[in-house]
């Protein structure tokens, strides 16, 4: 018995072994159809005109079957939508002597205008042809594939339209006196595959700090166009590395290569940096401190779309502290610590090229001054012997201009050897560590220059410059670090945004 079972085991083996030898020489020879897309929206009695492409089949011949009843046997087909709504599955086969390919293709009928979009894409919307010419139209989605889609301005004439996720999205208008018309979205993801992270770096001049000539490296010679080239080098892609910002104002600039939807309720994106929580820090019940050194943001949406942030439709997210540090739950710690508290909205701080540049440590080394009659000099430590002035720059000063976030820093050891630089609540990038909910930044934060909310359907570019102006000690100067960044919903992140 026992030996019977074994000889079946071989033969059923060798069978199996044949058989898939068989499938794979056919592989090459098996029809391939192409040319046609899963999903298909059409209003009611629209035509469609399909028309496959079938490759390596010369003998083959077509099927095609509406809701399983065969309807042509030509190489292309036109279907047309019923005079009501619902769904459709259409069937396309393709047999030759070789083998058999099909495709499954389903078609929604309804009675709204069909529109193909893409995702991650603002679609701008028009008042559709039964309802022009009457005022005060609101607009409503009434159904959807996904949350992660935002329609914005829906209360105007031109209401924008994007979603991060491919799927079906109904749309109504409806007027003030009942009447209704929309539009049913189809977003299909495009041929060209986007990428969650930063795709472009346009900008970057970082304020004098103790890494800068360093992190990206300067080499003699090199040019501010190199500098930004080797800035993309770290921060472009996934596998992106860290650069400095230097002191306050030091910046970069950067965008994707699609517009990151403003998902409402979610936070949309997020910056990565390097800060992180103090695990010893000796005051007792201390809120999330250690490592945080909040860069501003600030957005802007390609609204010309050629690519580039030329649009000067900058926004600022509005952090928790851009306006005051006052609700920080630091605050009162560093009034006692004798911080500087304020928070200047038009700050303006200039560096002077240093005289001396050979030597470390230099007390003072860069000279600065500001725009509220401040004067004083950035110290060179003894850990980095660089020069702290950008390389590349020919000016013997820059000016840097920007909000200036109140000190967050309290030498919590009383003798300078245990600096903690407390977190700000929410809004800014190198403040909470990477990965953490409160590193993630909600678009809907983003407000205009009188302060009002700016209602952006999505972003494509963002510009993030250090907000906090302050020496720690052996610590050197708070200077934020900025190691790429990405689109939450992309990557299928959720997190929830905080209302204040
Ligand atoms: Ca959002
Ligand atoms: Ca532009
Ligand atoms: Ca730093
Ligand atoms: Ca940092």
């Known amino acids: 018995m026992k030996s019977i079972n074994k000889y079946t085991l071989y033969i059923l083996l060798a069978v199996l072994f044949a058989a898939s030898c068989t ?14 897309e899963s999903e298909y929206i059409a209003t009611v009695k629209q035509t469609l005109e399909l028309k496959p492409t079938v490759e390596n089949a010369p003998d083959a011949t077509y099927t095609w079957l509406l809701n399983g009843v065969e309807e042509s046997t030509a190489a292309t087909y036109t279907f047309t939508a019923p005079s009501v709504a619902g769904t459709h599955t259409l069937v396309f086969r393709a047999a030759s002597s070789s083998g058999m390919a099909q495709k499954v293709i ?3 009928v309804g009675n709204f205008t069909p529109i193909n979009a893409l995702t991650n894409t603002v679609l701008p919307l028009e008042t559709p042809r039964s309802l022009e010419g009457i005022q005060n139209i609101e607009w409503q989605v009434i159904k959807a594939s996904s949350d992660l889609y935002r329609l914005e301005y829906s209360e105007t004439e031109v209401p924008q339209f994007i979603s991060a996720k491919t799927g079906r999205y109904t749309i109504k208008a409806i007027t003030p006196d009942g009447l209704e018309d929309g539009y049913m979205i189809l977003v299909r993801a495009g041929e060209k595959v986007q990428s969650p992270y930063i795709s472009h770096v346009f900008d970057y001049l970082p304020a004098p700090g103790q890494f800068v000539n360093k992190l990206p490296k300067y080499d003699e010679g090199d040019t501010h166009d190199d500098m930004v080239a080797k800035t993309a080098s770290h921060l472009v892609g996934e596998n992106a590395t860290m650069i400095t910002l230097g002191g306050w104002g030091g910046y970069v600039t950067f965008g994707f290569d699609h517009t990151i939807a403003n998902v409402s309720g979610k936070r949309d994106f997020t910056i990565n940096g390097n800060a992180f929580g ?22 802007a949406y390609d609204k010309n779309k050629n690519g580039k942030p030329d649009d000067n439709e900058w926004y600022e997210i509005k952090g928790s502290g851009n306006f005051t540090a006052e609700n920080e739950s630091w605050y009162e710690m560093a009034v006692n610590n004798k911080n500087d508290v304020r ?14 540049d050979d030597e470390a440590p230099i007390k003072n080394y860069i000279y600065w001054t500001d725009n509220q009659g401040q004067e ?40 300078g050897s245990y600096y903690v630089l407390y977190a700000f609540r929410y809004g800014y990038a190198d ?5 953490s909910e409160n590193a993630g930044i909600d678009i809907d934060w983003a407000i205009d220059k009188e302060g009002k909310p700016a209602n952006l359907p999505g972003i494509d570019f963002v510009k993030v410059y250090n907000g906090v102006d302050k020496e720690n000690g ?8 900025i190691a790429g960044a990405y689109d939450l919903h992309m990557r299928g992140i959720s997190f929830n945004t905080i209302k204040e």
């Open 431 to 435: 403040n909470y560590p990477n990965h």
């Open 343 to 356: 928070t200047f909205r038009d700050y303006e701080m200039t560096f002077y090229r240093p005289v001396n």
């Open 278 to 299: 103090a695990a010893a820090n000796p005051r007792p019940d201390a809120p999330f401190g250690g490592s945080c050194e909040p860069a501003v943001i600030m957005v």
């Open 376 to 415: 004083g000099y950035k110290v060179k430590n003894g850990f980095h012997k660089q020069s702290y002035y950008p390389g590349w720059i020919k000016e013997d000063k820059i000016t840097y201009k920007g909000i200036r976030l109140a000190d967050n820093g309290i030498d919590e050891s009383g003798q």
């Open 23 to 36: 499938k794979e020489a056919e592989v090459g020879i098996v029809p391939v159809i192409s040319g046609l």
């Open 106 to 108: 389903s078609i929604e």
């Open 474 to 481: 052996w610590l050197g100067e708070a200077s934020a670090e």
